[in-house]
């Protein structure tokens, strides 16, 4: 069930809510990516609804990225049971920004993700290594 808190003008749906995802464990920094924020936390398990309500989509959506193989990398035939996590969080609302603003397919979206997480797994291998 949802709750409207007026003072704020957040809309909250139990573990998520358009402010930020909440588990109660640390947090390891914000993700902006446009209306909806949140805040990445290590051992978050979000629901199929929780997922797409947390990145502005509808379920379907989130359903045809885990049936490409897009998101999360096993997922059982009962999507009643996927939990994803807050890297899947994460990259959901890069691929559907990648979709939205560059009306790309999620093929090609799912590419650009692809390349920019690479990217960022080297420069902190770079970084690690004292390279600039």
């Known amino acids: 069930m949802s709750k409207h808190d007026e003072s704020t003008g957040a809309v909250h749906t139990g573990a998520v809510h358009t402010g930020a995802v ?3 464990a640390v947090h390891t920094g914000a993700v902006h990516t446009g209306a909806v924020t949140a805040v990445v ?7 199929l609804d929780e997922l797409a309500h947390a990145c ?4 379907a959506w989130v359903v045809q990225r885990v049936r490409t193989g897009v998101l999360l990398d096993t997922a059982p035939d009962d ?22 603003d560059f009306e790309a397919n999620d093929d090609v979206a799912a590419l650009v993700v ?11 291998k770079l970084n690690a290594a004292g390279v600039r």
């Not at 936390?41 to 629901?47: G, M, P, Q």
């Not at 502005?56 to 379920?59: F, K, S, W």
């Open 22 to 24: 909440h588990t109660g």
């Open 41 to 47: 936390i290590d051992e978050v398990a979000l629901t």
């Open 56 to 59: 502005a989509v509808e379920p």
């Open 79 to 100: 999507h009643a049971v996927w939990r994803f996590t807050s890297a899947d969080l994460v990259r959901a609302r890069r691929l559907w920004q990648v979709e939205r």
């Open 114 to 124: 692809d390349l920019t997480e690479e990217i960022s797994r080297l420069r902190q």
